[in-house]
């Protein structure tokens, strides 16, 4: 997953 | 999701736990810096906007809590127990902070759209939103144990993203430098709390700076 398409972290 | 990132969240909502019931069972937020805590409200308000477009039961109810109890704890400083709030030692510059977040915000977000510049802005400014707090204990000299047990759950939060990161990077080739380096310099920033904490408070006595 490419960063900036979304965060799946808190 | 592993077992780092688990911890880590669970140490974040210990630690919001301790500090409500802390000024609940108190009826006091003495030693408390607002200023911490309305930089965290701004943390999770321009962190969390992913509510609105995406949902994930974990996180989503994880963003709630931690947006909502925030709130709650600048309501109970400026409502019930202002009056044991302390302005006057409460006194880090937070504008500082605030700028330098929103020059990296602009300077290196992922993508330049509105989402990721404030997401960006939120990680950079939650690596040093303890440092009013941190501040306030370092010139009060002391610290109420209950605080420092709060102060410790919150920093262990972050420290335990690290290796959860390390774990992501080579289980599954996932990385996100941002958050990495900023959540790093926040570790850094709790070393010299948690190495007083560790020798003092764990040792059964109270939390004294030298």
């Known amino acids: 997953k490419k960063d900036g398409e979304g965060h799946d972290e808190l | 999701m592993n077992i780092f990132r688990l911890a880590g969240d669970l140490f974040h909502l210990i630690s919001i736990f301790i500090l409500i019931h802390k000024m609940t069972t108190s009826k006091s937020c003495s030693g408390i ?27 989503s109810t994880m963003k709630i809590i931690f947006i909502g109890s925030s709130a709650y704890v600048l309501h109970l400083m400026t409502g019930p127990f202002k009056p044991t709030h302390d302005p006057n030692i409460d006194t880090f510059k937070v504008r500082y902070l605030i700028g330098g977040a929103a020059i990296l915000a602009l300077l290196f977000p992922y993508k330049w759209t509105p989402a990721e510049v404030l997401w960006t802005f939120s990680i950079w400014l939650e690596s040093v939103a303890i440092l009013p707090q941190l501040f306030m204990v370092q010139r009060t000299g002391a610290a109420e144990t209950i605080t420092t047990h709060y102060i410790f759950a919150l920093g262990a939060y972050r420290a335990l993203y690290i290796p959860n990161w390390i774990y992501r990077y080579l289980t599954s080739t996932f990385w996100d430098p941002l958050s990495i380096i900023a959540g790093v310099i926040q570790t850094v920033l709790y070393s010299d709390f ?12 109270k939390f004294e700076l030298p």
């Open chain 2, 33 to 59: 810096s607002f200023k911490s805590q309305a930089l965290y409200l701004l943390v999770y308000v321009t962190r969390y906007l992913d509510l609105f477009w995406t949902f994930a039961l974990y996180n």
């Open chain 2, 194 to 205: 948690f190495y007083i904490y560790y020798t003092k408070v764990l040792q059964g006595r």
